[in-house]
């Protein structure tokens, strides 16, 4: 069982490096943010594969971690990213790093203190309503800042589609940004067996969102192929 999280981890690691690598040689901001958000996916499946080895449940820490990066910050570094890319402007940039940077501050501040209820975490796969009790700050958080930046990546999306109208050069970032968009919503969906605690369900979405979003970063990065002169 523990190998199909681990299975998840492992492919975000690697997209996690390749994206690390092509910023470190060409500098393009989205792509630093995109890599950022799948070390958060590796490190969340990484959590999920320590919680469900069957040794007693999760732990307080690594039900923090995994709250805080696979249902809470991830979605929001993808939008960062794909708002770096369409609007390629420095205050965009320095706008998003900015609302970022105050993401994680508060997330960490609520989860923190957060309790947890112990028989909860003794479950395979608990929901964040189980551990933290409905109608809490951090059972919130999702909802503050994930399903937000969710909505943002689906804009994304359709903005590409409209500017893309007699622009052939605009296919590959619109391609790139729906695959973004409809990887993450295959990722959201595997919320539906988070919180009925399917685990395998959970983790196979993961597995396939984050493979459909890894498609959608290289096709974006593409760079229109412009015709060569008579």
């Known amino acids: 069982m523990f190998l199909v999280p681990l299975a998840a981890a492992a492919i975000a690691v690697v997209f996690a490096a390749m994206l690390a690598r092509e910023f470190a040689a060409k500098r ?11 070390a958060c996916y590796a490190v969340a499946s990484a959590m999920v594969t320590l919680g469900v080895l069957g040794r007693g449940g999760w732990t307080e820490r690594e ?8 249902a809470v910050l991830n979605v929001p570094f993808l939008a960062g990213g794909e708002i770096v890319l369409l609007f390629r402007r ?16 508060y997330t960490t501040a609520v989860l923190r203190g957060a309790p947890m209820d112990a028989s909860a975490l003794a479950e395979r796969l608990p929901s964040g309503k189980e551990v933290f009790g409905a109608g809490t700050a951090a059972q919130h958080l999702p909802q503050v800042f994930s399903y937000p930046a969710y909505f943002i990546l689906l804009a994304g999306a359709l903005w590409s589609a ?5 622009h052939p050069e605009l296919r590959d970032r619109f391609v790139g940004t729906l695959l973004i ?15 009925s605690g399917v685990v395998v369900g959970f983790i196979v979405t993961l597995v396939v969102g984050i493979a459909v979003m890894f498609g959608g970063f290289l096709r974006a990065g593409r ?4 015709p060569a002169a008579a």
Not at 28 to 38: D, E, N
Request: no cysteine.
């Open 28 to 38: 393009r901001p989205y792509t630093l943010l995109w890599a950022i958000a799948m």
């Open 63 to 70: 039900y923090a971690i995994y709250w805080a990066l696979g």
């Open 90 to 105: 420095p205050w965009v940039r320095w706008a998003t790093w900015l609302v970022l940077v105050f993401s994680v501050a």
């Open 162 to 166: 409209w500017r893309m109208r007699g």
């Open 181 to 195: 968009a409809v990887g993450a919503t295959i990722v959201a969906a595997g919320a539906a067996f988070a919180a």
């Open 223 to 226: 760079r229109a192929a412009v």
